[in-house]
């Protein structure tokens, strides 16, 4: 089974954020078109593409109908086939690394000082500690060959 090609709506190319949305979404499509895919996931993956193809509404509207199908489709691939996009752990791990380490290092130093001014430190050290976790499982998935060549964009 193969996937659904993206049909491009007449005059996308005026609306610079509609052809940037459906652009992103294309590059997205052809790299899942690259990938060895059971025929399962790829009849969902046409759902949504067809979703999209149909999709009759205004271009803010449909810009809204790209996101929702892309993102979809995102999930779907990560749950079923532990296919990533570029930079997706390094993302997720920063604002994790905020939280875990960050806040919770802050309050460390902020209480042994006794300056509490000194508790936003633990931020952007949370921030460096989650950024170097995700990029080294970035790193993993890119050598498992489980790395889409596209960045993740919301």
Known sequence: MKITQLEKRPNIGQDKKLNDKFTH???LI???KKKEIPSDIVSSIN???EEVNSFLGSNKDFRVQIRKSQNSILKLINKELKLIPKNFYLFRWMSMGISIFGIPLGVVIATSTKIWGLFGIGIPIGVIIG??????MDKKAFKEDRQLNIIAVG
């Open 131 to 136: 950024m170097a976790i995700g990029a080294g």
């Open 47 to 49: 759902q949504y593409i």
């Open 25 to 27: 979404f294309e590059k």
């Open 30 to 32: 052809n790299e899942l």
